[in-house]
């Protein structure tokens, strides 16, 4: 094991902090989603933006030495490029110094789905060259500024989810629907990540970048070799296409041979296939919460629908119905490895799960405790094997917003007293789990059975 090795936490601006209108910050496409029966709006999230200090000594007194945050980019650019707000870069120089005075490495993410809402009315989004070339500026801005106290960088949650039909609303695109514009929409936020890449190491080679996947493995439902040849096209288009470009080697033969087939041409120049044909990264971060199982049928390939993943009946699922499988994790990283060669780094990891606080208010949430351990000893099997990872950052481990608004569904390690429709007091409750992270954090990964 690396030293030292990050164990820590990750959040998105959005799910955190609060704020949505204050200090100077502009408007993002999240920002005027309104709330319904079983979801909140993003108005407050959990007021992290003014509870950051004692969010940051829950994750200190967890044992963390990490934490993988996100810059909002309305809240440094209102109008997405243009007038720089400084109230909102003075939030994260406070943030950033609290982080590292409570020993604590920070890590960025630029982007997190939150599009400027002027770029997404202005430019649908990421469907732009504009918004590429706005991205690439508010980026550099950042970087120079705290290049100095933050090593590790990734530019796209999840980068790969651009290439499935949640591209539209995540990229800032609220028109387009088809398959040309999902592919142009995921070779520029691919272009974005190339600029902001070639910029970090020509001008920090003391910084690291890498890409970042929503990683899944995917099994066929069954030996048939139907099925076996869709996991294989799943894999191919949702996570090797990125490991390929990410690691300098440029788009699968196959997947342009895909888009020739289907007659989706793009809006490219070759100065911009060299920029992303030249991608280098420095490690592969990827965000792991299940498996999925497919089956063939007589409809081919469609990442717009999707309707060939079925339940895999050997695993269990979660209140999500989503798959538990840690095995799926060691795979992963052998996979991500053995294609790239680079070291792999998990900053996401977690389980969403119903609770309310009891009248003791002691949350014993042991099946958080059973899926973190099992996927953490997955983690540690994989590096047994000889695969070199930088660290394991849990998602939310400070209850937060779900991606869709949804505060009933609950990662965190330590309870945020509000729910959908009611704020309360927004008060921190540890949960059982809490100490059980604890005692794997500080032991450094070397004591993870139950106690």
Request: net charge negative.
């Amino acid at each position: 094991m690396t030293e030292p090795f990050m164990w820590g936490n990750s959040t998105s601006s959005i799910q955190t902090e609060g704020t949505f209108a204050g200090d100077g910050k502009g408007p993002s496409v999240y920002d005027v989603v309104e709330a319904t029966e079983n979801t909140s709006d993003w108005q407050v999230a959990i007021d992290d933006y003014h509870r950051y200090e004692e969010d940051i000594q829950l994750m200190k007194e967890m044992g963390m030495n990490a934490y993988r945050f996100q810059i909002s980019w309305s809240r440094i650019f209102p109008n997405g490029d243009g007038e720089v707000n400084e109230k909102g870069l003075a939030f994260y120089d406070k943030l950033i110094d609290c982080l590292l005075s409570n020993g604590i490495e920070p890590m960025i993410c630029l982007y997190h789905f939150d599009m400027p809402l002027v770029l997404s009315e202005q430019y649908q989004g990421f469907s732009s060259k504009q918004v590429v070339d706005d991205f690439f500026n508010y980026a550099k801005l950042v970087i120079d500024r705290y290049h100095e106290k933050v090593k590790y960088w990734i530019t796209f949650n999840e980068h790969n989810l651009y290439s499935t039909d949640l591209a539209f609303k995540i990229a800032g695109d609220n028109v387009s629907k088809d398959l040309r514009s999902l592919y142009q929409i995921q070779y520029n936020t691919l272009l974005a990540h190339a600029k902001v890449e070639h910029y970090i190491h020509a001008h920090y080679p003391d910084v690291q970048i890498g890409g970042m996947l929503a990683y899944t493995t995917y099994y066929p439902k069954t030996s048939k070799p139907e099925d076996n040849y869709l996991s294989h096209i799943y894999d191919d288009f949702n996570n090797k296409v990125y490991l390929d470009v990410f690691n300098g080697k440029g788009y699968l033969p196959t997947f342009m041979q895909y888009l020739k087939r289907h007659e989706i041409i793009l809006d490219t120049t070759e100065d911009e296939w060299a920029l992303i044909n030249g991608i280098q990264s420095d490690f592969i971060s990827f965000s792991y919460y299940q498996s999925q199982t497919v089956e063939a049928t007589e409809d081919p390939y469609n990442p717009l629908t999707h309707s060939d993943l079925v339940d895999n009946p050997y695993l269990e699922r979660s209140a999500w119905n989503w798959e538990i499988d840690p095995m799926g994790l060691k795979i992963a990283m052998l996979d991500i490895y053995n294609r790239t060669n680079l070291p792999v780094f998990i900053i996401e990891n977690g389980i969403g799960i119903r609770e309310t606080l009891p009248e003791d208010e002691w949350i014993a949430d042991d099946e958080r405790i059973h899926y973190h351990k099992a996927h953490i000893e997955a983690m540690l099997e994989a590096m047994g094997q000889g695969v070199p990872c930088l660290g394991y950052l849990g998602w939310g481990l400070i209850d937060i917003l779900s991606s869709s608004g949804d505060m009933e569904k609950r990662y965190g390690a330590v309870f945020v007293n509000r729910t959908n429709q009611d704020l309360k007091d927004l008060r921190r409750i540890k949960k059982k789990s809490f100490y059980y992270l604890k005692q794997v954090f500080e032991s450094n990964g070397k004591e993870t059975e139950i106690k």
